[in-house]
């Protein structure tokens, strides 16, 4: 082989997206290998199939041409191994399952994960390492930020904004923005699962609930 493809994490997030990786590359059409890529690995192993190392043993592999999805659903991790692999000069790798659907002029960031039955209307921007879990959808003209991650089911309807490294849980609607009045949700906000979005959301705060309202300790 002279292309090995990775799916770093070889926990629940990469282990679901491993079915779509080689999906990914059966329409590729490329004779390559896929690996498993985990840091608690200390040896070499087989995980449903494939192998499976640590980032070290991955680098030491004598293959050219290398490319790696980072499938860890946290997105700080996402980030932290984007910049190592962008200093060891190892690009990013897209993966979407087959049935996904992507519109008109979608613009999709490096490093994105489309799982099984998302679709990706027209007009929509995205930037790095986007996760959008299955069933997931993003409608018209949206401006999705880095590092953003959505769990299954989410709604995300026309004219909103998502920040760099929000996180929406699983079965969360947001309501439609207008173009002059998009609904924003501010970098690094967290959407509870099952939330009813209907305002913009400020950075850093976790919203839940119908309306979703600002979840405070108390
Ligand atoms: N992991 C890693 N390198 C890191 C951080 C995490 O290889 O720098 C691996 C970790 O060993 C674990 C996986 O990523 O196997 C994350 O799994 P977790 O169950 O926390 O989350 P998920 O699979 O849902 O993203």
């Known amino acids: 082989?002279?292309?090995?493809?990775?799916?770093?994490?070889?926990?629940?997030c990469g282990r679901s997206l491993m079915p779509v990786a080689r999906q990914q590359l059966a329409r590729q059409q490329e004779p390559a290998e896929i690996v498993f890529i985990d840091d608690a690995l200390t040896e070499i192993t087989i995980v449903n199939g494939h192998r499976a190392m640590n980032y070290p043993q991955f680098k030491a592999e004598p293959v050219s041409f290398k490319a790696v999805?980072?499938?860890?659903?946290?997105?700080?991790?996402?980030?932290?191994i984007a910049l190592t692999l962008e200093q060891d000069g190892l690009p990013l790798w897209s993966v979407q399952a087959?049935?996904?659907l992507l519109m008109d002029t979608v613009e999709l960031g490096a490093g994105a994960a489309l799982s099984p039955f998302v679709t990706i209307t027209s007009n929509i921007k995205i930037g790095k390492c986007f996760h959008a879990n299955l069933?997931?959808?993003?409608?018209?003209?949206c401006v999705i930020g880095d590092f953003v991650t959505f769990?299954?089911?989410?709604?995300?309807?026309?004219?909103?904004?998502i920040?760099?490294?929000v996180y929406i849980g699983a079965g969360a609607v947001i309501k439609q923005g207008t173009p002059a009045q998009p609904l924003v949700i501010g970098r690094g906000a967290v959407v509870g699962m099952g939330a009813v979005v209907t305002k913009s959301v400020p950075a850093g705060?976790?919203?839940?609930?119908?309306?979703?309202?600002?979840?405070?300790?108390?």
């Open 1 to 12: 082989m002279t292309k090995l493809y990775a799916v770093y994490g070889a926990s629940g």
């Open 69 to 80: 999805l980072i499938a860890i659903a946290n997105s700080q991790v996402r980030e932290k």
């Open 98 to 100: 087959d049935n996904t």
């Open 135 to 141: 069933y997931s959808y993003v409608e018209h003209d």
């Open 151 to 161: 769990a299954p089911g989410v709604k995300c309807n026309g004219n909103i904004h």
């Open 163 to 165: 920040e760099d490294h």
């Open 205 to 218: 705060v976790t919203v839940v609930g119908n309306p979703a309202r600002i979840l405070t300790s108390k």
